[in-house]
């Protein structure tokens, strides 16, 4: 079972970036996908979810309205579009699988990425 | 959002039981879980829906919740159990995580 992120990077503010997750191992659509951030040396940071379907999303107050959660089902892949971004996003990004297919929320994540660093810098 | 308190550090002498606290609103009407992180590593769930271990996680990791308080339990800490600790729980539709505690076996 493994998850492997990609597409991290430098990026301005104010620019774009996406970033892309591969999954194996695992029956993929059947379960929810998670992103979580880490800013260097901090704590961890709950950013997007996406339901095993892709027909439900939510996002964190910080990122809703510039962040956008996807996945292709037949690719075993989920993304994550960063738009706008911020000195406040400069994080490691991980891509984590919820425990139990059945839930979308409310359940802890047992699989979780190497993770990917975007830096937001000018 | 609500928000989850652990305390900054513990530490404990190897072979003793280590109990790290969690405290949040209504805590106890919600499922906790658990990530051990190591420095440089991703996270790992090592308790999930307040005392659920996964495969693979050694039976000296336990979970309880009261009230307002979860704790994971270490017991007959090892060496290799030095790392940050973060407990999450949700809050309607986010994930929150506390802001980890740092465990240093002296």
């Known amino acids: 079972v493994q998850l492997v992120e990609s597409g991290g990077g430098v990026v301005q503010p104010g620019r774009s970036r996406r970033l892309s997750c591969a999954a194996s191992?695992?029956?993929?659509?059947?379960?929810?996908l998670h992103w979580v951030r880490q800013a260097p040396g901090k704590g961890l940071d709950w950013v997007a979810v996406?339901?095993?379907?892709?027909?439900?999303?939510f996002y964190a107050d910080s990122v809703k309205g510039r962040f956008t959660i996807s996945r292709d089902n037949s690719k075993n892949t989920v993304s994550l579009q960063m738009n706008n971004l911020r000195a406040e996003d400069t994080a490691i990004y991980y891509c984590?699988?919820?425990?139990?297919?059945?839930?979308?929320?409310?359940?802890?994540?047992?699989?979780w990425g190497q993770g990917t660093l975007v830096t937001v810098s000018s | 959002s609500s928000e989850l308190t652990q305390p900054p550090s513990v530490s404990v002498s190897p072979g003793q039981t280590a109990s790290i606290t969690c405290s949040g609103d209504?805590?106890?009407?919600?499922?906790v879980c658990w990530y051990q992180q190591k420095a440089g590593q991703s996270p790992v769930l090592v308790l999930y829906?307040?005392?659920e271990r996964p495969s693979g996680i050694p039976e000296r990791f336990s979970g309880s919740i009261s009230g307002n308080t979860a704790t994971l339990t270490i017991s007959g800490t090892q060496a290799m159990d030095e790392a940050d600790y973060y407990c999450?729980?949700?809050?309607?539709?986010?994930?929150?995580f506390g802001a980890g505690t740092k465990v240093t076996v002296l």
């Open positions: 984590v699988k919820i425990v139990d297919k059945n839930q979308l929320l409310f359940d802890g994540f047992d699989i």
């Open positions: 191992g695992f029956t993929f659509s059947s379960y929810a």
């Open positions: 996406i339901s095993f379907d892709g027909s439900d999303e």
């Open positions: 209504k805590l106890v009407d919600k499922y």
């Open positions: 829906r307040d005392t």
């Open positions: 999450q729980a949700w809050d309607i539709t986010t994930a929150v």
